[in-house]
């Protein structure tokens, strides 16, 4: 009931033109630059791209911070009809580097000529192995029994609160786990101990929640519409790892391993799930000592020439937000609000 309220008063805002006039106003009044910070490359995606390319100036995430942080720009930006672009400038990051970023987020970045940044996952390109933060879920998914045993607990899965609960004890002991050897360990013991098994690119690629492959990534990039950031080795939440050389290790390889496959510097990072909470000062620290120019969070800020280069805020890009909710959101009508919902929770929390 409250989101459909929203849509009818985003709706309202849109084609009485009080969106458009509002958009209008913050290009004169707020030079900030917007980072949208999506995922899967689903549901509303296509109508968020098509008012955001008619509306915004979308540019790749290096080209948007250059232009911050030190003034230069590529020239005066003109529009098709050779007029000046007075467009808010606005970017598109999608983290992770799902196998539906290239079948349809490069679809649709083609058919709207616009331009996206991926931060990527080497460790995970390169076994495709399922990605860890959606691993309870689906292994929930895949048992076929109506109740399971585990750590002398029973849960009934036709129960949803009690389904729920299981997943979120899954997910919570490998989310807090100490190293990448502890959280490979127990999602071992966990697939054991259910009889069931994660998916994997070597078997199916037809999981749209699989990693990319380094072909699909290059032929991204030689499009020259899709741009690479790092996103650690293998996505730990770096300030839950004990290790300090883990901690560093992650990020600084991360960084070497994705010059070496792209043949050029990559210079922006993107932490894991990205509060502060899940960051940390090594985390920070860590960033500066790989040599990453610029670091970008979830914090749900706009950015300015004087916004720490290392904590970059990025507004939410939820695909299950219809696009004139979006649109009021991002021009200050509605507010930009925490959706507590299940896939959104679930992103984020990863």
Known sequence: MYERMRVVIAAMFYYLGIT???????????????????????????????????????????EALEELFTGSASGTR??????????????????DGYIDNYVEGFRLARLYQVPITIFLIPGYIDSGRYFWWLAASKLVDLLKSEQVTFDGLTYRLTV????????????????????????EQFL??????LQVALPCREITTSDMDLPMT?????????SGLVSFGAHTVNHPILAYLSDPAEVLYEVQASRQMLEEKLGHPVRVFAYPVGKMQHIGERGIEAVKTAGFTWAVTTLETLNT????????????????VNWMVMAAELVGLL???????????????K
């Open 20 to 62: 458009y006039l509002a958009l209008r106003i913050n290009e004169r009044l707020d030079r900030r630059v917007i980072i949208l910070n999506y995922h899967n490359a689903d549901h509303d995606l296509q109508a968020h791209m098509r008012y955001l390319q008619r509306h915004y100036h979308i540019v790749h995430l290096e």
């Open 214 to 222: 380094w072909e699909q990534i290059r032929e991204m990039e030689d």
């Open 78 to 95: 003109k529009n098709v009809a050779g007029k000046r672009d007075h467009r808010r400038q606005l970017v598109l990051t999608f983290d």
């Open 305 to 320: 020439s004087e916004s720490n280069p290392y904590l970059l805020g990025r507004m939410p890009g939820d695909t299950e």
């Open 188 to 193: 071992s013991e966990v697939q054991l101990a």
């Open 160 to 183: 949803p609160h009690e389904r729920q609960e299981f997943i979120d004890l899954i997910d919570g002991r490998a989310r807090h786990t100490r190293s990448i050897a502890e959280r």
């Open 335 to 349: 507010g930009i609000v925490s959706r507590i919902r299940k896939k959104y929770a679930r992103l984020f929390k």
